[in-house]
Each structure stands twice: as structure tokens, then as C-alpha cells.
């Protein structure tokens, strides 16, 4: 019985197709990435302004600050900064309060938030998920269940009399527990998430309302534009 | 168009739907069909993803060996969920938050895989290209479907619009991991019910 040998193509024929495949793709990725940059730079930055004036109401300007050894120090809007704090003021120029960045892991992956802190109650007044991985339907309840939501009428952070700490930390309990201003309900069904928005606050405003506080003699005058 | 190509469109579409005849695709039709604007979203990054690669599998058809062409045809379809990854971010940054992890997992997608091995990989250009718009359209009338059902019973409301009245208290359940499973189940009888009754009617 004679085997008939049938050649397949050579080694470097193979090397070839998938490394011209590979070139190919990555060339795609990159001109992609290079043309749509610019657009998705521009559309998270209006996406996070007009989350600023979502999550504190009454708000009609905002202005950037930075956190330079305990003293905020303001930065052109348009400045990127990951940790930055975000003034804000109503029509007449008051100062009513900041739009904080703060970030987590989720059950997917990392979530940033921003959430808005009334100087007047003292208190969280709202949250907005700003970027997030999470289950659809599941994870994305943080932004549209009502009763999560209501966690954030009025979160209390109040500062302790020397302003260095908070007087209560921000806790989360289970479900129809809540009975402090400063505890979150989680959310049936979507308990790790809402667990981590608890926690992403938590460490937040643990660190960042005492330093605002600390801060606001000299930031309360009206702004000068 | 030769009624052959015109064949190979309007078969997706019905009697070999990939959703609801060959059962394929179904990380996406149960993930993210709990509403009707994730659906429609999720449908047309796919018909994006497998138009461009069967487009580019047929090109490369007699360039690719087959023995590396699995590998060839994955690295394509990810470089174009890639790009719809950037793309759905230039477009809407509303629409790429809603889709969360699931725009990367088109990759695994294996309706998109199997388009380019059965039918792009063998074809012309032109073929591949109405092919695989018949078998995105009829993926995209599935998951409609399934988000349609899902968000009129477990919210009660179609594309964000209320339905019913005030009273109506929404199947949580649909909107949950389970109510996927049960709405494609119910998809399923009608969808193979109707089948029946129309081979029956030829017969």
C-alpha cells in the first residue's frame, strides 16, 4: 500500500499570513485609537461636567481644586488630575458645596463615581456612577434604584469639632437596616456593587470632607472671576 | 443578486435564525437583553464586528492556510470589537457604560467565528458582505425580542416608555439572570410554534 504525501504550506508561508494578520490588526487598532481619542477625551470631559451640575443642585459654575499638603489650591478646569475636588456655586457665586471624584473595585472592575457634598447640610446630597463594568442590569441598579438612591437625600458627614476627622464614617448595612443618616442600604441582588459604592464613600469622605472643611474660611468668599 | 445570495440574507433571518434556531451567541442574548436600548445596542456592535470581519476574512480568504486560519480569523474579530469598543465611546459614552464588559466579550461570540469559518472564509466579498448582514439583522431581531419581553414585564415600561398603569408591579425576576433564561424558553415555544404551524401550512 502506497501513502501519498500531500505537502501542506511551509512553515514560513504560515508565519507570514499570521504575522501580516497580526500588522493588519494592529495598524486598524492604532488608526482607531489615534482618530477617536480626541472624541472620547472630549465627550468624558463634558460627561463629568455635566455630572457636576447633576450631582449638586443649584449648581451654575464649578472651579477645580487640588489637595497640596492639606491646603486646597485651585487649577485651571481644563487641568487632568485623578483626585481632584470640584467647587461648586450657585447663580450669585456662593459656594455651596464640592463634586469629588472617588474610585473602587466593583464586582467587575474598578467604578468611579462622584458624588456631591452640601457644605450646608453637612451631608452627601448625590451620587452618579461616572464609569463602571458592572453586570447590566445588576451592577447599573447603584445609578437607578430608587430606594439605593434615597441613601443619598442627605448621607451625613459631619466633622468632628477640630475638623480633622468625620464624626460618623460611612457605613453599609443589609437591606431595610439603615436607622443612621450615615448608613447605606445595599440593594438586593446587586449587594457586592452596592456594598463597594459604600466603601468607595467611605474611604473618600473619610479623607477628603476634613480637608474641605479645614479649607473653607478661605475658599467662601464669593469667587472673583 | 442571484437568488442563491439572496437565500443566504433571508435564512438568518427566520429558519436559521442564530438566536433562536441554532442557539448561537448566547452570552449576549442572556447578559444584555434586559432592556430594549441595550439590545438594540448590543445588535447593531455586532452587526458591526461581523460585517467588517467577514469582509476581511473573505478578503483574506486565499492568503490565510487553513491550518492557522482559527487563529487568523479570532485576532480579526478582535481588532474589530476593539474598534467598536472606541467607537461606541466617541458615539455615546451613555451607551458604552449600559454595555459594561460585554462589548469585549463579542470576541467570544461564536456565531461571529462561525459566519467567517462556514460561509466568509468560502465566499466573495460581495456574498460575505450580504451573508453576514442577514445573520447581524436576525441577531439583532433576537435580542429585540428577548429585551422587548424582559423590559415590558420586569419593568413596565418599552424603551423607557411606561406600559402599563401605575398599578402594574414589575416581575423583577425578568430583569435578573433567570428572567433571561425564562424569556428565551418563552421565545423559544413561540418562536418554534409558529415554525411548526407554517411547515404544517406547506406541507
Known sequence: MSTEHVKGPSTFVMVRALAGVATLSGLLIVLVYQLTFPIIKINKAEFLKASIFKVLDGTKDFQKFVNKDGKLEKIPNEQETPDAYFACYDDSGKLIGFAIQAAGMGFADVIKVLYGYSIEKEAIVGHLVLETKETPGLGDKIEKDPQFLKNFDELDVKVTDDKKSLVNLIQTVKKGEKTEKWQIDTITGATITSKAIGRILHESTKEKIPVIQQNLQNLMPPRAN | ?203
Open chain 2, 1 to 203: 443578486m442571484s437568488a442563491k445570495t439572496f437565500d443566504s440574507f433571508i435564512k438568518p433571518l427566520w429558519k436559521e435564525n442564530p438566536v433562536f434556531v441554532q442557539l448561537l451567541g448566547m452570552c449576549p442574548v442572556l447578559a444584555v437583553s434586559n432592556s430594549v436600548y441595550n439590545s438594540l445596542a448590543m445588535g447593531l456592535a455586532t452587526l458591526f464586528v461581523l460585517m467588517m470581519s467577514a469582509a476581511l476574512v473573505s478578503l483574506l480568504r486565499k492568503v490565510i492556510p487553513k491550518q492557522v486560519r482559527i487563529a487568523a480569523y479570532i485576532l480579526i474579530i478582535a481588532t474589530f470589537v476593539t474598534m467598536a469598543e472606541y467607537l461606541i465611546q466617541a458615539i455615546s459614552l451613555e451607551v458604552y457604560k449600559n454595555l459594561g464588559a460585554f462589548i469585549a466579550l463579542i470576541v467570544v461570540n461564536c456565531m461571529i467565528l462561525g459566519t467567517a469559518e462556514a460561509f466568509s472564509s468560502k465566499n466573495t466579498l460581495g456574498k460575505a458582505l450580504i451573508q453576514a448582514f442577514g445573520v447581524g439583522v436576525g441577531f439583532i431581531f433576537a435580542i429585540f425580542c428577548m429585551g422587548a419581553v424582559r423590559e415590558i414585564l420586569g419593568n413596565g415600561t418599552f424603551a423607557e416608555i411606561p406600559v402599563f398603569s401605575e398599578n402594574y408591579e414589575p416581575w423583577v425576576i425578568m430583569i435578573l439572570p433567570g428572567g433571561g433564561f425564562f424569556a428565551l424558553g418563552l421565545l423559544l415555544l413561540v418562536f418554534n410554534s409558529i415554525q411548526q404551524k407554517l411547515k404544517k401550512k406547506e406541507n
